[in-house]
C-alpha cells in the first residue's frame, strides 16, 4: 500500500494553526489564508496536511458554500513548499512519499464538494502555483506572476498528476516552455491563456473582488456546481466512475441533481417567479 501521509521530517509545532487561518461566515464563505507573510507564505508539510484536513471538513459542513484560498500580505499567493522541510530527505522513498503527498493534498482541493477560488496577489511559484492550479477559479492581482522555477533552483520534477493539471489549463506546449526556461508568467499572460479567470488592480481590489465572486457562486444551486466539477476531473482523469444501472459513466452524477429537493425547487420557483432556496439537497 503507498504511503501518503505527510513526508520525512514533517512534524506539527504549536505554531502551525497560526499558519492556515481558517474562517466561514453567515453567506457560507470559507476563507483559508497561508499565513506565512515572512516566509513569502511558503507551505510547511504540516501547512499541506491542515489545507486536506480543511478540505475534508467543508465536505462535511453543509453550511459551506465556497471556498476562497489566499495568502497574507501582497508580496506572495505562496512561494511554494519551505525548502528547509527537504533537508531531512535521505532516500529516494523520501521523494516519492513527498509527491504523494503533495498529489494527496491537491487532489483534496479538486474533490472538494464546494468551489475554490484562488486570489492571488504576488508570487505564486513551485508549490502555490500547484495549489492555485488545483482550485476552480483563479483571480490575481496585476503584478502576479506563476511559475514553476524548478530547473533552475532544485532540480526536482512535477508528478504526472500536476503536469496533467498544468496541461489541461494551459496546454502541453505551455508547460514545456513555462518549465523549461524556468520564467515567470506575469498576470495580463496568465489571464491570456486561460490560467486565471481575471487581473486586478491590487491587493485591496483582490479582496472585494473574491468576496463578490464567492457570494455570487455561493448564491447558485450546489449541487449543479459539484455535479460539474466533479464531471469535470473524470473527463481529464478518463475516469469512468459512477456509471448507473445502464452503465453510463456520470450517471450517478446527473442523479444527483434530477432526484434532488433542489431540482424540484428550481422549477418551482422559476414557474412562480420568485429565487429559489437551495439547500444542496
Known amino acids: 500500500m503507498q504511503d ?83 533537508r531531512a530527505f535521505a532516500t529516494g522513498e523520501d521523494a516519492l512519499r513527498y509527491e504523494r503527498f503533495i498529489d494527496r493534498v491537491l487532489g483534496s482541493l479538486e474533490t472538494c464538494r464546494v468551489p475554490v477560488i484562488a486570489a492571488v496577489a504576488g508570487a505564486c511559484t513551485g508549490g502555490g502555483a500547484a495549489i492555485a492550479a488545483a482550485c476552480d477559479l483563479r483571480i490575481a492581482t496585476r503584478d502576479a506572476r506563476f511559475g514553476f522555477p524548478i530547473a533552475r533552483t532544485l532540480g526536482n520534477c512535477l508528478s504526472l498528476a500536476t503536469l496533467r493539471r498544468l496541461s489541461a489549463l494551459v496546454g502541453a506546449g505551455r508547460v514545456k516552455e513555462m518549465i523549461f526556461t524556468a ?68 450517471d450517478d452524477l446527473v442523479l444527483s441533481c434530477y432526484t434532488s429537493r433542489d431540482f424540484r425547487e428550481g422549477m418551482e420557483a422559476f414557474l412562480a417567479k420568485r429565487p429559489p432556496e437551495w439547500t444542496g439537497r
Open 4 to 86: 501518503n501521509g505527510p513526508p520525512a521530517g514533517a512534524s506539527r509545532r504549536m505554531s502551525d494553526t497560526d499558519e492556515i487561518l481558517y474562517s466561514t461566515d453567515a453567506d457560507g464563505i470559507a476563507r483559508l489564508t497561508l499565513n506565512r507573510p515572512q516566509a513569502r507564505n511558503a507551505l510547511t508539510f504540516a501547512m499541506y496536511e491542515r489545507l486536506a484536513e480543511i478540505c475534508r471538513a467543508i465536505d462535511v459542513d453543509r453550511s459551506v458554500r465556497v471556498l476562497v484560498v489566499t495568502g497574507a500580505g501582497d508580496k506572495a499567493f505562496a512561494a511554494g513548499t519551505d525548502i528547509a522541510q527537504f
Open 183 to 250: 520564467r515567470l508568467v506575469e498576470a495580463e499572460e496568465a489571464r491570456a491563456i486561460g490560467l486565471v479567470g481575471e487581473v486586478v488592480a491590487d491587493a485591496a481590489a483582490l479582496a472585494e473582488r473574491a468576496t463578490a465572486l464567492a457570494r455570487l457562486v455561493a448564491g447558485h444551486a450546489p449541487l449543479t456546481l459539484a455535479a460539474t466539477k466533479e464531471g469535470l476531473r473524470r473527463l481529464r482523469d478518463g475516469d469512468e466512475s459512477g456509471a448507473g444501472a445502464d452503465g453510463l459513466p456520470g
